[in-house]
């Protein structure tokens, strides 16, 4: 079904909601989930049954913590292509053929070439997955440093203004 859409259709974004595209990390103590899941499905394209109560929580608090991460590199190595002379095109045809290329840069390459701060995830809800999962990690006694410097980041822009904005507006931080 997914092939109905264009590839930049990613599970998680507005836009994949909108199609019907989106993926249900479920936790579940009680068995209930048998009971919601024929209007999940077809509100989905997947359901991720992932045990207790709190499970679906953690993981997709680690998803979006690797968005953060991952869109922070995208962004900076556009950053350091641009200022060393490079034309967009030939770093985006570029990584198109190398291993870092992802869903991710797929889904922010238009807002980046655009400069379109629209938002699909914002800064603020971002912000608050990244509080959340460093809070998690803490009580579970891990350290997330690069989350921890990047969660700083995103106050930062909250405070600035930009939390309504697309976290692809942290390219401009």
């Not at 909601?17 to 899941?37: I, K, N, S």
Request: with cysteine; aromatic share 8%; charged share 25%.
């Amino acid at each position: 079904m997914l092939a109905r859409y264009p590839k930049w259709i990613k599970p998680g974004s507005k836009i994949a909601a909108e199609h019907r595209q989106t993926v249900y990390f479920v936790g579940d103590d009680e068995g209930a989930l048998p009971a919601v899941e024929p209007v999940y499905r077809g509100l989905s394209k997947a359901i991720m049954p992932l045990g207790p109560v709190g499970s679906a929580m953690a993981v997709k608090l680690a998803l979006n913590l690797m968005i953060a991460t991952s869109f922070q590199s995208l962004a900076e190595g556009l950053r350091l292509s641009r200022a060393a002379g490079l034309a967009d095109d030939d770093f985006f045809r570029c990584l198109d053929l190398n291993i870092a290329k992802s869903g991710l840069a797929d889904l922010k390459k238009p807002k980046l070439l655009a400069g379109d701060w629209s938002p699909q995830f914002s800064v603020k809800h971002l912000d608050k997955d990244l509080r959340h999962a460093l809070r998690l990690a803490e009580s579970r006694g891990v350290r997330l440093p690069q989350a921890a410097q990047l969660q700083q980041a995103y106050a930062a822009a909250q405070a600035d203004g930009l939390g309504e904005a697309d976290f692809s507006v942290m390219y401009t931080r």
